[in-house]
């Protein structure tokens, strides 16, 4: 399969993407005046019809998420709809949101607009990494053009509807990527997650119904109202269509990112896309999702790289990162940088990740330690990460499990490289 067909990447290099003239040229808001002579419901059916699920990393529906928000009742006497696009790209080994950003600005703007018109929202936030400085700024530059162009702002285009967009900077936090954390930042508090149920849709920015789509999601959607739902269905795989951006690092002889459609193979992004190993080394592995992710062995290098065939397998597509890694890295020092992470970035709000995190350090301390490394300790590691998975209150407590379990699962032998001590593991 050849990388031949853009979606969210047709503009990037193509265009000045300080220009919104250049953008309109080649058919740029032609979807959104289409959508504002179209009923809402009508739009929503066509997004679900598409079968587009979320290019953050969670795989869900994207027309029933808008459906749901649709219908969304509201408990107070003023009701007021929001959308969010979640721009807050924290996840380690990602940036595809900011090539959209910074390539194609008004493509995330047209997308965001057409989303917002199917679920009724009036105000939307774009909530942008606080460290994406020049995306932060081609995004604004992009909103005034827009404002200037009668594309946002009271009644757009004459068709009654409204919307204004303004841009919130992120504060550093990973945290502030999970959606529920990130309105609690929206609404100026700390970045702490929210119990749910509610989700955002029933009870979201400021309890009103709200919709949170990432930037490459909403990118999809202009193409998709101009092609028709049944031209995306046809793209990539039967449960995962479309195309999908994936950023790859590592050990690549060309770290980089592309657009592709979904079910492109493991071993056709290293080698064809990004020139296989580099120095002439050979692949160990890759975690895919990033930090938040699944470690796979060579015998993922001809798997279809799709949310169903990969969570089939015990993986994740997650957000797109693919980071590789050669024979000449070590899988437990890797680990342990990841689980340093997530240590550091717990808020502390809930016991299970607070403490939870910090154990998972003190345990991969214990693993790396001459002499020390134990299957007791492989064990407390999978111990640990279970419960935490279980009782943690949001997906960063949850997340160690994945990268932690799937090391073992393929890696175990190295994990376990000395077993000749009669030492255990203490917390």
Known sequence: MTPNLQIALRNVGRID???????????????????????????????????LRGRGGAGFSTGLKKQF?????????ECMRYIVCNADEGEPGT????????????????????????VGAEKGYIYIRGEYHQSIDTVRNALAQAYAR?????????????????????AGSYL?????????????????????????????????????????????LPAIIINGAQWYQHLGTETSPGTK?????????????????????????????????????????????????????????DVSM????????????????????????SIPMLLDSILRFFAHESCGKCVPCRVGTQQLVVLMAQLKEAGSRTPECIDALIWQSELMAKTALCPLGQSPVLPIKSAVRYFRDELAATLNSPAGCRL
């Open 245 to 301: 951006i994936f950023s790859i690092s590592g050990d690549v002889n060309r770290p980089g990112y592309v657009e592709t459609p979904m079910g492109i193979s493991l071993r056709e992004l290293i080698y064809d896309v990004a020139g296989g190993i580099k120095y002439g080394g050979t692949f160990k592995a890759a975690l895919l999702g990033g930090a938040a992710g699944t470690f796979v062995p060579e015998s993922f290098l």
């Open 69 to 77: 928000t649709s219908d969304a009742t509201c408990t107070l006497l």
């Open 150 to 170: 009668g594309l946002l702002g009271n009644n757009i285009l004459n068709s009654g509807f409204a919307l204004d967009i303004e841009i919130k900077s992120g």
């Open 306 to 329: 799709d949310f169903d065939t990969l969570k089939e397998k015990e993986a994740v597509l997650g957000s797109g990162a693919v980071i590789v890694v050669s024979q000449t890295q």
């Open 176 to 220: 502030c990527g999970e959606e529920l954390t990130l309105l609690e930042s929206l609404e100026g508090k700390r970045g702490y997650p929210r119990i749910k149920p509610p989700f955002p849709a029933e009870s979201g920015l400021f309890g009103m119904p709200t919709l949170i789509n990432n930037v490459e999601t909403l990118a999809h």
């Open 17 to 51: 993407p300080t220009s919104i003239r250049e953008y309109t040229h080649r058919g740029g808001y032609d979807a959104l005046k289409q959508v504002l002579q179209t009923p809402s419901e009508k739009v929503i059916a066509t997004i679900i019809q598409s079968g």
């Open 95 to 118: 940036f595809k949101d900011r090539i959209i950003m910074e390539g194609d600005p008004h493509l995330l703007i047209e997308g965001m607009a057409i989303a917002a018109y199917a």
